[in-house]
């Protein structure tokens, strides 16, 4: 193998850093496999799932989304681990590389065999290489530039991220289409296929990217002292009430889309797969962002000044509040109604609203409070987060499951007490962030950087 260590030297250029493209187009296949593979799991959990024998043996609704939360919080939780030996074992490249052919694998197990153990396998091997690579890939990128076109750096994000929005977008309107008239292993294989694209992509770049080095121990007595303890102790408060989002959140991809299996998908003069509504997030969140900044936001600080803080909260219950919209669907389903989907829409805008106030608001408090030392680990762990909210919400499934596989706690009742946590979350924040308002320098920030 080529050292990594050979790539571009740092160029005194005003263009546009030539490793991009390769990084870009990494990225939105990643996104692709990633998101696509997603949208389908518990539809695939609960219709196509076999058994050694070859027989259909799909999961129950509650096991599929025990299992897909499960899934999520692996996924999110790998990060510190590659976030480490990028920073101080590997690097980057050779990081991202190496477990992007992990994830690969992964996809790829999950194509070939469609039983639990190809299902154990696939998840466990994406979760593994997608969480590893996460806090890895963006770092990257700002790696590439130097004070001569630092400039360009902008450009080269909006690029990134719109990678990502195109490639999550297509794959969830795909994936689902190719699962309903192809099945689970072509289903399965284009993300794969697109997967292996993306390394094969990344290491065509190799002789392009500038290479930062591993700190080694130095990284490591840097990263890992009473200061960065400190900081990661009072960012952890946040991050606790940031979970409790994420365990609504990421229902969009598990129960929400059982839920849309049970309405009238068509719309439109389209009758589409409950899997591909998903996609509304994508889209929304496109408008929702420059309306927010210009509108909203400046709106709500006329009458209520506006911090950070006072951001997630607020953000915490207009999640709560998508979940009432939920209920209210389970209702008229438990009285034998199929209604439209529809009314999904309204939950979807407010669900998505309150990602830009909670998710958007903590990732870039959480980079600018980090002490420099901490970027790529204050970012690891604001992902466990993530996991923790989702491990959260698998621990209910658990918990609510009766030995004979009913369930105590459904339809309106299970939104409900989620929609109640979400409420009682953002009230304990709330008292949070103005009891420790003088006395944390988080808030004094916050409020002057609002």
Not at 43 to 60: E, N
Not at 151 to 174: C, E, K, T
Request: charged residues 10%.
């Amino acid at each position: 193998m080529d050292n990594p260590g050979d790539g571009a030297a740092p160029a005194k250029t005003g263009a546009m850093p030539p490793g991009i493209p390769y990084i870009v187009g990494n990225e939105a296949a990643e996104r692709f496999n990633f998101y696509g593979m997603r949208a389908i799991l518990v539809v695939f959990m609960t219709q196509y799932l076999r058994d050694s024998s070859g027989a259909l043996a799909p999961m129950s609704e509650n096991d599929a989304n025990k299992w897909y939360h499960v899934f999520v919080a692996s996924n999110y939780f790998f990060p510190i681990f590659g976030a480490i030996l990028a920073d101080a074992v590997w690097g980057k490249f050779l990081t991202i590389f190496s477990l992007s052919i992990v994830y690969s694998i992964g996809s790829f197990a999950l194509a070939l065999n469609d039983t639990r153990l190809g299902l154990a396998m696939g998840l466990s091997l994406i979760a593994i290489g997608s969480g590893g690579i996460k806090p890895c890939v963006s770092a990257n990128v700002g790696d590439q530039f130097t004070a001569s076109n630092q400039h360009l750096i902008s450009r080269a994000f909006s690029w990134f991220y719109a990678s990502i929005n195109a490639g999550s977008f297509v794959s969830i309107m795909l994936i689902p289409w190719l699962l309903q008239h192809f099945g689970s292993k072509v289903a399965f294989a284009v993300p794969g296929v697109l997967m292996a694209a993306a390394t094969v992509i990344f290491w065509m770049g190799r002789k392009k990217f500038i290479h930062i080095p591993p700190g080694g121990k130095t990284f490591l007595r840097d990263t890992f002292n009473r200061e960065g303890f400190k900081a990661l102790g009072r960012l952890g408060i946040i991050f606790v009430f940031v979970a409790v989002f994420w365990s609504l959140w990421d229902q969009s991809g598990g129960e929400w889309v059982l839920q849309a299996t049970k309405m009238n998908l068509h719309f439109m003069g389209i009758t589409w797969l409950a899997s591909q509504i998903q996609a509304l997030n994508a889209i929304m969140i496109l408008a929702f962002i420059p309306l927010f900044q210009f509108v909203v936001y400046p709106a709500i600080s006329k009458v209520y000044p506006l911090t950070p803080l006072r951001k997630i909260g607020i953000g915490l219950v207009v999640a709560g509040s998508s979940f009432l919209v939920s209920a209210w669907i389970e209702t008229q389903i438990s009285a034998g109604l199929t209604p439209s989907i529809i009314w999904q829409f309204p939950a979807y805008a407010l669900l998505t609203a309150a990602e830009i106030m909670v998710s958007i608001t903590s990732l870039e408090f959480s980079y600018t409070q980090a002490p420099k030392s901490m970027k790529s680990i204050v970012m690891a762990v604001y992902l466990w987060s993530i996991s923790a909210g989702n491990a959260f919400t698998a621990l209910v499934h658990v918990f609510i499951q009766r030995p004979d596989g009913t369930v105590k706690l459904s339809g309106s009742s299970y939104y409900l007490f989620f929609a109640g946590l979400a409420a009682a979350s953002a009230v304990v924040f709330t008292f949070f962030a103005l009891r420790h308002k003088e006395k944390t320098h988080l808030q004094d920030e916050a409020q002057r950087t609002a």
